[in-house]
């Protein structure tokens, strides 16, 4: 049995041809686990041998139920990665954890942005350091990705700058149709280059909210929100990556009347992003230049808050 993450082209040593396979990587399903995750329907309309398909990765592949021990086995793997604040390190449970989407919202000037680019530099760190000794992967939908702000952030942590700009991988998106699409090229880099270990999504909603406008458009734009999210997740689990999303936020007049203005702003996305999302991180504004990042939603770790400063280089912990 071959490992999750085979590239599809194993698949041909099966008796799959050359052209299925073609189709399969322009439709992003670029290894043996993403053939099994994806339906019949689909793979019917990206014109492949369905049945010859689903037979040959069902071969390929484990068992699909394991016991505990084995689930605690592989997730050994999973690596955290320090978003440059030890507090808010220590409240996530040792950082941006790989194989899960992380949204991190809030309102303006709370740092979202500034925690992108102290990611770009972290995630090169070695493992050891709170690193992930890997790549990344940016995609801009506001346009706000700065590369002299990632080369400040590689001095405080002591790592060449030029070096750290080359690991990573930017494309600005502008239309949500495009922002679909870079996860399919993503797929393809995966499989032929393994030592991406982050993607960032700044922000989810932004493009989609252009895109969709109104209560007539919301159903189909929540189904496209919906696929966008299902492959990050897969990407993350097929390649061990971490993923983190910004969001932004609207007014919640109701909540305004009962809370504190903090809790009257809320995410952008609907339920659809908020059950997608593993790790939900909010973020507000402090005394001064404190901020203060709070744990609403985890699967291992308990509620809490965090607080943090916004310096030169990146988040960092409040003297």
């Known amino acids: 049995m071959s490992d999750n993450g085979d590239s599809v082209d194993e698949l041909q040593n099966h008796g799959i041809n050359v052209q299925d396979i073609v189709k399969l990587k322009a439709a992003g399903i670029v290894t043996v686990l993403g053939v099994a995750q994806t339906t019949r329907r689909h793979l019917l309309k990206i014109k492949a041998k369905v049945e010859k398909l689903k037979e040959v990765t069902a071969k390929m592949l484990p068992p699909p139920f394991l016991t505990g021990t084995e689930i ?151 189904q496209k929100l919906n696929q966008f999210l299902a492959r990050l997740q897969k990407l993350a689990e097929e390649f061990n990556v971490a993923v983190v999303l910004t969001n932004q936020v609207q007014a919640d007049p109701g909540a305004a009347a009962m809370f504190a203005a903090a809790a009257s702003a809320k995410p952008v996305g609907g339920h659809i992003l908020a059950h997608a999302s593993a790790v939900r991180i909010q973020l507000r504004k402090g005394r001064g230049d404190e901020r203060i990042a709070k744990l609403n939603d985890s699967p291992d770790m308990p509620e809490g808050e965090a607080t943090y400063v916004l310096k030169s280089g990146g988040w960092e912990d409040t003297n």
């Not at 760190?125 to 590369?147: N, W």
Request: glycine letters at 8%; charged letters at 25%.
């Open 72 to 222: 605690a086995d592989r997730r050994q793997d999973v690596i955290y990665i320090t978003t440059g604040s030890k507090s808010v390190d220590a409240m996530l449970g040792g950082g941006i954890s790989t194989q899960c989407i992380t949204e991190v919202f809030g309102e303006y000037r709370t740092g979202k942005t500034q925690l992108c680019h102290t990611l770009c530099v972290s995630t090169q760190l070695p493992i050891e350091t709170g690193g992930a000794s890997g790549k990344v992967a940016y995609i801009d939908t506001e346009g706000t990705f700065r590369p002299d702000r990632v080369k400040a952030v590689a001095d405080r942590f002591g790592v060449d700058a030029s070096m750290a700009l080359d690991n990573v991988l930017c494309a600005r998106a502008w239309s949500s149709e495009q922002q679909c699409d870079l996860l399919v090229e993503l797929a393809v880099r995966f499989v032929e280059d393994r030592t991406y270990k982050l993607i960032i999504v700044d922000s989810i909603m932004n493009l989609f909210r252009q895109d969709y406008s109104g209560r007539g458009e919301l159903s189909e734009r929540q």
